[in-house]
């Protein structure tokens, strides 16, 4: 299944216009080719390396729910 | 492991006897079972979300497989504008190839301003459905407009209805050389290296397939196996745009000149962009018949079950539902890449024909062969 990650931003580096997202323990960087004004703090839906879209905070937690209940999360790793 | 899992894959070169290839994937192919005894409704709402990548083609076999279950049918407009958003879903994917992945192979940096404008190709045209504005707003019609002028611009140098009407390799050969976009570069960096025919190896394209031996694979104590690595009538089958398009002139050109391999892996996709154009067109304008959309393959199969196929940008999606009521008994899943990057299926046997002086030549064969058939994932490749 092609399946899209929420994240935290943690950080944003605009020169390289790129972020360092928390996923769970384990921290990636990852593009923003695609999206713009995106801020620490905020979430986005990560897929193969890019941020695809911001999603409000709620929206990331209850995704991260249903990845829970379908038993894809807690092994994260870079 | 990440959460969207991952392939890997591990080419062992062979000394004339072609190469060992070893494929293994985890990906969460039973996720959906997270919609077990939810309402259906619940379901459907939860789907896009789950499976945002290819979110509207999962959404659309989601409707089709619960009305099939539920013995009901929906609008032929609505229809048509489902049909809509799936195509252009899949030529956003198609693009998104081209001006993210394709600069890569001739080491150049993706545009990230063309991968925006892609990548927002989708919001107007939803909007404008879910409104209800299907057909009389014109919107339509600007987003097939926008679609056409990035098509030109980034991608062929050319109207697109005019690259579609190409009928042979010679004037494809004539596009690739007078045309100054990575697409273009990209074929004649191909043909320059003399990786035409890379991986081209029998191959067995997915046929139609009958509704009754499907649900009856798919409801049986094996069915989560074909889930995972499924087959039919003993062939783990290629389900990807150049299945699609093979009939083409242009694509029976490119077949009977380099078999199934890179350049007409690269070429199909390519041809079923600048066909996009012409179908949506033809939805718009209501010419398109039921018989023209592969997606519009369901069927209802009893005691509330029902099974939807929508061609999908990587290949044939095929969702299958059975209900209690309202609530969702079981859910099954079957996506392309389980069929493409099946252990013996196409990408195995396309790697297991490559050759080059080094591992690095390989490498970068296998990347672009598997780019072209394209994972929706995450893959590691080992050459040794």
Same mark, same amino acid.
């Given at each position: 299944m092609c399946l899209a990650i929420p994240a935290e931003v943690v950080s944003v580096n605009e020169a390289s216009d790129t972020a360092i997202v928390s996923l769970g323990e384990v921290k990636k960087e990852i593009s923003?080719?695609?999206?713009?004004d995106v801020m620490p703090g905020e979430f986005v839906l990560i897929h193969v390396g890019y941020a695809l879209n911001k999603v409000s905070q709620e929206e990331a937690e209850r995704t991260l729910a249903l990845f829970a209940e379908a038993g894809l999360t807690g092994d994260e790793q870079p | 492991m990440s959460a969207a899992g991952c392939l890997d894959i591990t080419i062992t070169r062979g000394a004339g006897a072609g190469n060992r290839v070893d494929l293994s994937s985890t990906r969460p192919?039973?996720?959906?079972?997270?919609?077990?005894?939810?309402p259906f409704q619940q379901a459907l709402a939860l789907m896009p979300r789950l499976f945002a990548v290819c979110a509207t083609a999962q959404e659309v076999a989601g409707w089709r497989a619960v009305e099939q279950a539920r013995g009901t049918d929906p609008e032929p407009a609505v229809e048509a504008g489902r049909e809509f958003l799936v195509q252009l879903e899949t030529a956003r994917e198609h693009l998104w190839r081209v001006v993210v992945d394709w600069p890569e192979f001739l080491g150049e940096p993706a545009r990230p301003e063309y991968a925006r404008r892609v990548h927002a190709l989708m919001g107007p045209a939803k909007q404008t459905l879910n409104e209800g504005g299907w057909g009389r707003s014109g919107q339509p019609d600007r987003v097939i407009d926008e679609l056409c002028e990035m098509l030109d611009e980034?991608?062929?140098?050319?109207h697109p209805g005019a690259w579609s009407g190409l009928d042979d390799l010679e004037r494809l050969q004539r596009w690739w050389q007078q045309t100054p976009t990575v697409a273009a570069r990209l074929l004649r960096s191909v043909s320059e290296n003399g990786?035409?025919?890379?991986?081209?190896a029998e191959t067995c394209f997915l046929p139609d397939l009958d509704w009754r031996d499907l649900n009856q694979k798919l409801r049986s104590e094996r069915g989560d196996r074909f889930v995972e690595q499924p087959r039919w009538q003993q062939g783990a089958c290629e389900t990807t745009p150049l299945a699609r398009q093979r009939h083409t002139p242009l694509m029976q050109s490119l077949l009977a000149e380099y078999g199934a391999g890179l350049l007409t892996r690269l070429a199909a996709q390519l041809q079923e962009l600048a066909r996009t154009p012409e179908v949506l067109r033809a939805l718009v304008g209501g010419? &398109? &018949?039921?018989?023209?959309?592969?997606?519009g393959i369901r069927s209802s199969c009893g005691d509330g079950c029902g099974i939807s196929q929508v061609e999908a940008a990587r290949g044939r999606l095929i969702h299958r539902v059975e209900l209690d009521g309202e609530k969702v008994r079981r859910y099954q899943i079957v996506a392309p890449t389980e069929w493409n990057f099946h252990p013996d299926g196409v990408v195995s046997g396309a790697l297991r024909t490559l050759a080059g002086e080094t591992d690095d030549d390989v490498r970068q064969q296998a990347d672009l062969l598997v780019t072209a058939i394209d994972p929706c994932v995450d893959y590691r490749l080992e050459v040794h």
């Open positions: 923003l080719a695609l999206v713009e | 192919v039973h996720a959906c079972r997270v919609f077990k005894e939810q980034l991608v062929f140098r050319r990786w035409e025919r890379a991986g081209a010419f &398109a &018949a039921e018989a023209d959309w592969p997606g």
